[in-house]
């Protein structure tokens, strides 16, 4: 894979940094080293998390030492594949847009100089990349919205951001798992529960899926929301 940044985080993890931009590209090679690596893990490692441009390894330092398991991790860049085989999974998620579920709907509207309606075609036209888990337990950080329905985030957050509230920040879009503070532009909501502890594993999408919302009115909200559909 060529030479990659490799430092520690800590003492029990290491950083592997595999680019500076969020892109597709980068985003293969790094799923592509998480199952080159979760298929044989290295000695003393516990857990890999993948995020934007980087993957986390964690180890337990009584096992491997910090220089043993950078020694292993950068053996392993150079014998891992460019990309992956693994099937791509790809999660339907049902939005009811606008309303008391999508404040901002018409903000982001304005300031693309677009109707809501468009906002809503444009936002359910798109297939996403499921980059990263986080900041919340299974919150899922979007690539590949278009940059027709960029907006700024609030200048001032919300206290409280309801659980499947479907949202907008930048250049990307996202979905609240739980309730949580938060400053993304609200379009819309779901009904499908994103994080649930007492499943395993406990988050619905997971880094390397692909995202694909369609609309529903708020009659099927409700019926969806009654049945506890994870997709």
């Known amino acids: 894979m060529g030479h990659l940044d490799v430092t520690p985080v800590g003492d029990s993890a290491v950083l592997i940094r595999f680019g500076d931009a969020v892109e597709a590209s980068t985003h293969a090679r790094i799923m592509a080293f998480v199952d080159h690596l979760e298929a044989a893990p290295i000695p003393g490692m516990v857990e890999c998390v993948p995020a934007f441009t980087t993957v986390t390894v964690f180890y337990d330092p009584v096992l491997a030492s910090y220089s043993e398991v950078k020694a292993e991790l950068v053996r392993r860049l150079a014998d891992a594949p460019a990309s992956t085989d693994r099937r791509v999974r790809v999660v339907e998620i ?130 969806l929301g009654e049945g506890d559909d994870r997709g």
């Open 94 to 223: 049902p939005v009811c847009y606008g309303g008391e579920f999508g404040p901002d709907l018409e903000d982001v509207a304005a300031h693309n100089h677009l109707t809501p309606e468009e906002v809503v075609r444009i936002h359910t036209s798109g297939e996403y990349i499921v980059y990263a888990i986080g900041f919340a337990p299974g919150f899922p950080y979007l690539g590949g919205m278009s940059d027709r329905i960029a907006t700024p985030r609030l200048a001032t957050p919300r206290l409280a951001i309801p659980a499947g509230s479907v949202g907008i920040a930048g250049g990307q879009t996202g979905v609240y798992p739980i309730e949580t503070p938060g400053g993304w532009r609200l379009i819309g909501r779901t009904p499908l529960r994103l994080f649930r502890p007492e499943d395993d594993p406990p988050s619905l999408l997971a880094a390397g899926d692909r995202v694909r919302f369609y609309a529903i009115d708020r009659d099927e909200y409700d019926r």
